[in-house]
């Protein structure tokens, strides 16, 4: 278990005011802030993963509740018909993203837009998001990272023409979110809605031979 470097500003500011207080005779508030830290530690948390080693498989680009499982006519990236599974993070699931599949990244979008709750059917076309296009020799998927209305920053650690292993952290979004992948038809999705998963290690598909 590791903690993102983003967490330590968050982690080390209310530390210095749980000190504050606890020095200034606020026992109750420095409590208080001490406890805030521990989440912003648990919050930034990057727990080790089994990451499948087999290139057929599909993994997961995040942990939480799998919200929705669409199938579409086309999509800009993929360009073909394909499905899309759409999941949602609460504020107590690890937040980083993780790469699905192995590639380079091909395409890469920043859309400004709305902080609507992250549950809503809407927040993947009115909110804010960031889009990666990732591609081998197998197979285009999209990865889109969308805010909530708690989720207010979107953190990306890679850019254009980057090459991701499956598993690799790409970025994170702060303070709860949706995540949404998007493969081609080709590819046997394996999870359904109401499932939990795990970043970098839940199996939400297998590319059909």
Not at 27 to 43: G, N, V
Not at 71 to 100: G, M, Q, T, W
Not at 129 to 138: Q, S, T, Y
Request: aromatic residues 10%; contains cysteine; proline residues 4%.
């Amino acid at each position: 278990m590791s903690i993102v470097r983003e967490g330590y500003i968050f982690i080390f500011a209310a530390i210095d005011i749980a000190i504050i207080l606890y020095f200034t005779d606020n026992p109750h508030a420095a409590i208080f802030f001490t406890l805030i830290a521990c989440y912003f530690a648990y919050f930034f948390r990057n727990p080790k993963r089994e990451i499948p080693t087999d290139e057929n498989l599909i993994v997961s680009p995040a942990d939480g509740t799998v919200q929705d499982v669409v199938e579409l006519d086309d999509d800009d990236f993929v360009r073909e018909p394909c499905i899309k599974v759409i999941i949602f993070l609460s504020v107590f699931d690890v937040h980083v993203n993780r790469a699905p599949i192995s590639g380079d990244i091909k395409l890469q979008k920043y859309v400004c837009g709305r902080f609507r709750p992250a549950y809503k059917d809407s927040v993947g076309f009115e909110n804010e998001r960031h889009l990666i296009g990732i591609e081998n020799d197998k197979l285009r998927v999209t990865v889109t990272q969308i805010a909530g209305i708690l989720a207010r920053r979107i953190v990306s650690w890679v850019t254009l023409d980057d090459k991701l292993e499956k598993g690799d952290l790409y970025g994170m979004i702060r303070f709860g979110s949706c995540t949404e992948i998007v493969v081609p038809k080709s590819v046997e999705v394996l999870v359904k809605k109401g499932e939990k998963v795990r970043g970098g290690e839940t199996i939400i598909g297998r590319l059909k031979n």
